[in-house]
């Protein structure tokens, strides 16, 4: 299997988007999220979390997980319905990690 890295990109901090959410919202929001998670426990290696500021303030990262599957094709299908893709101005990139030479 190869294990692909997935960045929820957002235009603005998950910190923000927490901030501004309803205790319903914010509910509402893991819910579906876990519902996702339970339907694709066999790819997911690593759920993830949001992620804080960094080095470049120009980004529009905002969270991460680590899946493993076959091929990206396999990935995207996974992601098809993925709650991120729900959030307003929010987007999947997906990276796949490369075996290095020797290790």
Do not use: C
């Not at 957002?10 to 996702?36: C, H, T």
């Amino acid at each position: 299997m190869k294990k692909f890295l997935v960045l929820y990109k957002a235009p603005s901090s998950a910190m923000e988007q927490m901030a501004k959410a309803s205790p319903e919202q914010a509910k509402a929001g893991m819910d579906l999220w876990m519902k996702w998670k339970n339907a694709n426990d066999k790819s997911i290696v690593d759920l993830g979390m949001p992620l804080g500021n960094g080095s470049d303030p120009k980004s529009d990262i905002v969270g991460y997980s680590i899946l493993q599957a076959d091929s990206m094709k396999s990935v995207r299908k996974v992601l098809e319905n993925h709650p991120h893709l729900h959030t307003k101005g929010g987007s999947i990139s997906v990276l796949e990690f490369l075996a290095m030479p020797g290790m």
